[in-house]
C-alpha cells in the first residue's frame, strides 16, 4: 500500500522534487556566472596593484628573453674565421668577421682585435671590460624581477592579514558568529595570499631562468676570449 501511494501521482512529492531540481538549477546557474575575474578581485584592494605587477613582471621577461637571446647568440664559425684571418695577418678581415653578427661575443672579440700590437696582458683587460659592459646590459631590468618576488608575496599576506582583521571586527561588532561568516569572508581573503604567491614565483622563475643564462654566456664568451687570446699570442712565440 505504502509503494503504491509513492508511485502514485503525489502534489506534495511533486512539489518538493520540482524545489530541488530548481535549487540545484539556480546552484548551477550562479556558478557558472561567476567568472575567474570576478573570483580573483574578491581577494580585495591588494588584488589590484598584483595584477599590475603581474604585467609588468610578463611584460620585463618578454623583453629581457628577446634581448638576452639576441646578445648571447652564437656563430659557431666565427673563431674559426679569426684564427684563419689572423694566422695571415689579415686583421681587418678579422674585425669584420666579429661585426658579421651582432651579438655581445662578437663586440668583446672585436675590442681585443682592434688594438692587436699592444701588449697581450692589455688587450685581455679590454676585452674582460668590454665583457662586464655586455653582461651588465644584459642584466639591465633583472633587478625589477627579484623585487617583484620579494615584495609580491608580501602584499598577498598583507591583504589577507586586513581581511582577517576586519572579519573578526565584524564579528565584534555585530556579535554573529557562524562558521559560514567566518568561512566566506576567509577563502576570499586567501585570494591575496595565493595571489601574491603566483606572481613572486613567476618574478622568481624569470629572475634565475635569465641568470643561468647569463652564467652560460659568461663562461662561453671566456673560452673565446682564452682562445683569441692564444691566436694573437702564437706569432709572439714564434718570433
Same mark, same amino acid.
Given at each position: 500500500?505504502?509503494?503504491?501511494?509513492?508511485?502514485?501521482?503525489?502534489?506534495?512529492?511533486?512539489?518538493?522534487?520540482?524545489?530541488?531540481?530548481?535549487?540545484?538549477?539556480?546552484?548551477?546557474?550562479?556558478?557558472?556566472?561567476?567568472?575567474?575575474?570576478?573570483?580573483?578581485?574578491?581577494?580585495?584592494?591588494?588584488?589590484?596593484?598584483?595584477?599590475?605587477?603581474?604585467?609588468?613582471?610578463?611584460?620585463?621577461?618578454?623583453?629581457?628573453?628577446?634581448?638576452?637571446?639576441?646578445?648571447?647568440?652564437?656563430?659557431?664559425?666565427?673563431?674559426?674565421?679569426?684564427?684563419?684571418?689572423?694566422?695571415?695577418?689579415?686583421?681587418?678581415?678579422?674585425?669584420?668577421?666579429?661585426?658579421?653578427?651582432?651579438?655581445?661575443?662578437?663586440?668583446? &672579440?672585436? !675590442? *681585443? +682585435? /682592434?688594438? $692587436?700590437?699592444?701588449? @697581450?696582458?692589455? =688587450?685581455?683587460? %679590454?676585452?674582460?671590460?668590454?665583457?662586464?659592459?655586455?653582461?651588465?646590459?644584459?642584466?639591465?631590468?633583472?633587478?625589477?624581477?627579484? &623585487?617583484? !618576488? *620579494? +615584495? /609580491?608575496? $608580501?602584499?598577498?599576506? @598583507?591583504?589577507? =592579514?586586513?581581511? %582577517?582583521?576586519?572579519?573578526?571586527?565584524?564579528?565584534?561588532?555585530?556579535?554573529?558568529?557562524?562558521?559560514?561568516?567566518?568561512?566566506?569572508?576567509?577563502?576570499?581573503?586567501?585570494?591575496?595570499?595565493?595571489?601574491?604567491?603566483?606572481?613572486?614565483? %613567476?618574478?622568481?622563475?624569470?629572475?634565475?631562468?635569465?641568470?643561468?643564462?647569463?652564467?652560460?654566456?659568461?663562461?662561453?664568451?671566456?673560452?673565446?676570449?682564452?682562445?683569441?687570446?692564444?691566436?694573437?699570442?702564437?706569432?709572439?712565440?714564434?718570433?
Amino acid at each position: 500500500m505504502f509503494l503504491n501511494f509513492l508511485l502514485q501521482d503525489n502534489p506534495v512529492t511533486d512539489t518538493i522534487a520540482n524545489t530541488a531540481v530548481d535549487a540545484a538549477g539556480a546552484t548551477v546557474a550562479v556558478t557558472e556566472k561567476v567568472s575567474y575575474l570576478d573570483f580573483v578581485l574578491k581577494g580585495g584592494i591588494m588584488i589590484y596593484p598584483l595584477i599590475l605587477l603581474l604585467f609588468f613582471c610578463i611584460y620585463v621577461i618578454i623583453e629581457r628573453y628577446l634581448s638576452i637571446k639576441k646578445q648571447t647568440k652564437q656563430d659557431v664559425m666565427m673563431i674559426n674565421d679569426i684564427r684563419m684571418n689572423l694566422k695571415v695577418g689579415k686583421i681587418d678581415n678579422a674585425l669584420m668577421v666579429c661585426t658579421r653578427q651582432p651579438s655581445a661575443s662578437g663586440n668583446i &672579440l672585436r !675590442s *681585443g +682585435i /682592434a688594438i $692587436i700590437g699592444r701588449p @697581450i696582458s692589455e =688587450i685581455e683587460s %679590454v676585452m674582460d671590460k668590454t665583457a662586464e659592459v655586455e653582461i651588465a646590459q644584459m642584466e639591465k631590468g633583472l633587478g625589477y624581477l627579484g &623585487l617583484i !618576488s *620579494g +615584495i /609580491a608575496p $608580501i602584499l598577498g599576506f @598583507i591583504g589577507t =592579514i586586513s581581511g %582577517v582583521i576586519k572579519i573578526f571586527h565584524t564579528i565584534s561588532a555585530t556579535g554573529n558568529l557562524n562558521i559560514q561568516t567566518i568561512s566566506g569572508g576567509l577563502y576570499e581573503k586567501m585570494i591575496s595570499s595565493g595571489a601574491g604567491l603566483v606572481v613572486g614565483v %613567476v618574478a622568481y622563475a624569470g629572475y634565475h631562468l635569465f641568470n643561468m643564462m647569463i652564467d652560460n654566456f659568461t663562461l662561453k664568451v671566456q673560452k673565446q676570449t682564452l682562445e683569441v687570446i692564444n691566436i694573437i699570442h702564437e706569432p709572439q712565440n714564434g718570433n
